[in-house]
């Protein structure tokens, strides 16, 4: 199961720069265009815009997964290691409540707009929505995979986990 999880944040990391690499590349062909020859490419504009949202959402779900996201714990770290426990799996519930409401949202979305094209690509809209349903389900499984692990660690080696620095094997 590690290998299969592993492989698929490889594969998050390959669409983030594939990703990134096709905006820089669009962007800068139609400046270039507009400069230039005083025309422009819509689908390029709608397609980085696409590329970016993706792109956000994506590596949003690497940053929880890597505990790299910025955090002010000088509250957590006052408290003694029962509170702390507390704190934290209180915080971890109302991430989890906030991420369904992000998948109930994206997957209505999705729905409403599955026959909807976009204007310059004619590409089905839910494409565009399906990136919060990614995100929802990716983020929710993490999310329960530190619910479990603060629940099954004891007080007094919370220390751990609430200064993100969690022993993961890579």
Request: glycine residues 6%; proline residues 3%.
């Given at each position: 199961?590690?290998?299969?999880?592993?492989?698929?944040?490889?594969?998050?990391?390959?669409?983030?720069?594939?990703?990134?690499?096709?905006?820089?590349?669009?962007v800068?062909?139609?400046?270039?265009?507009?400069?230039?020859?005083?025309?422009?490419?819509?689908?390029?504009?709608?397609?980085?815009?696409?590329?970016?949202?993706?792109?956000?959402?994506?590596?949003?779900?690497?940053?929880?997964?890597?505990?790299?996201?910025?955090?002010?714990?000088?509250?957590?770290?006052?408290?003694?290691?029962?509170?702390?426990?507390?704190?934290?799996?209180?915080?971890?519930?109302?991430?989890?409540?906030?991420?369904?409401?992000?998948?109930?949202?994206?997957?209505?979305?999705?729905?409403?707009?599955?026959?909807?094209?976009?204007?310059?690509?004619?590409?089905?809209?839910?494409?565009?929505?399906?990136?919060?349903?990614?995100?929802?389900?990716?983020?929710?499984?993490?999310?329960?995979?530190?619910?479990?692990?603060?629940?099954?660690?004891?007080?007094?080696?919370?220390?751990?986990?609430?200064?993100?620095t969690?022993?993961?094997?890579?």
């Open positions: 199961m590690s290998k299969l999880v592993q492989a698929y944040f490889r594969l998050l990391k390959i669409i983030i720069v594939t990703c990134l690499a096709a905006m820089v590349v669009m800068f062909s139609n400046v270039v265009m507009r400069y230039a020859f005083n025309s422009g490419l819509p689908v390029s504009e709608e397609l980085s815009r696409w590329c970016f949202v993706w792109l956000t959402f994506l590596g949003s779900i690497l940053v929880l997964h890597e505990r790299a996201h910025l955090g002010v714990d000088i509250v957590i770290q006052a408290l003694r290691p029962m509170a702390r426990k507390v704190c934290l799996i209180i915080a971890t519930l109302l991430m989890l409540y906030a991420t369904w409401l992000i998948l109930v949202g994206s997957v209505d979305q999705t729905r409403l707009n599955m026959g909807a094209t976009a204007p310059a690509t004619g590409l089905s809209q839910a494409w565009f929505f399906g990136v919060g349903v990614v995100f929802a389900l990716s983020t929710g499984g993490i999310l329960l995979h530190q619910l479990y692990v603060l629940i099954k660690t004891p007080s007094e080696a919370i220390d751990t986990i609430a200064s993100n969690e022993p993961r094997a890579e």
